[in-house]
């Protein structure tokens, strides 16, 4: 088990030598991917909440509330996103109080080979999946749930 990678390996063959682990039962916490024909394909997304961007809309007429907030499923893929790296600003709530902050995601692996477009309509409607609101949250259903199961473990460590 060795987790020492040498510092000219970039994050993509990281996440591809862990992938490989997974699949063939290596890693070290003992959890294993099952072995089937028909492998699933992975895709790795980092959802980041934590930055300064804000969006605004040009038409008064497609502002929504007393924030002038876009409107909720409103996808940001160019000009102001990174020119090597494959990201996205979505933002998928209708703000309630103040200025929406979109969800900026980084797709780091993606296996499938899926368009653009359906893998940010597939992460908007995540957004809707959220069994504790009736509203549509700003980072997808999935992201929440590995939060609370991350919050809970932590207080089993500690106790």
């Given at each position: 088990?060795?987790?020492?990678f040498?510092?000219?390996?970039?994050?993509?063959?990281?996440?591809?030598?862990?992938?490989?682990?997974?699949r063939?039962?290596?890693?070290?916490?003992g959890?294993a991917?099952?072995?089937?024909?028909?492998?699933?394909?992975?895709?790795?997304?980092?959802?980041?909440?934590?930055?300064?961007a804000?969006?605004?809309?040009?038409?008064?007429?497609?502002?929504?509330?007393?924030?002038?907030?876009?409107?909720?499923?409103?996808?940001?893929?160019?000009?102001?996103?990174?020119?090597?790296?494959?990201?996205?600003?979505?933002?998928?709530?209708?703000?309630?109080?103040?200025?929406?902050?979109?969800?900026?995601?980084?797709?780091?692996?993606?296996?499938?080979?899926?368009?653009?477009?359906?893998l940010?309509?597939?992460?908007?409607?995540?957004?809707?999946?959220?069994?504790?609101?009736?509203?549509s949250?700003?980072?997808?259903?999935?992201?929440?749930?590995?939060?609370?199961v991350?919050?809970?473990?932590?207080?089993?460590?500690?106790?």
């Amino acid at each position: 088990m060795s987790n020492c990678f040498k510092r000219d390996v970039t994050k993509l063959q990281t996440i591809k030598l862990k992938i490989d682990r997974m699949r063939r039962k290596e890693n070290p916490l003992g959890w294993a991917l099952p072995q089937q024909s028909n492998e699933g394909l992975i895709t790795f997304i980092v959802v980041q909440k934590r930055h300064h961007a804000r969006f605004f809309c040009c038409d008064e007429a497609a502002a929504r509330g007393r924030g002038k907030n876009i409107p909720a499923g409103t996808v940001i893929d160019r000009v102001v996103t990174s020119p090597d790296e494959y990201d996205f600003f979505l933002c998928s709530h209708h703000g309630i109080q103040g200025t929406s902050r979109p969800t900026r995601y980084h797709v780091l692996f993606d296996e499938s080979n899926m368009d653009a477009n359906a893998l940010q309509s597939i992460t908007y409607y995540l957004c809707h999946l959220y069994g504790r609101c009736a509203r549509s949250v700003s980072i997808p259903a999935p992201v929440y749930f590995a939060d609370l199961v991350c919050a809970r473990a932590r207080y089993h460590v500690l106790a």
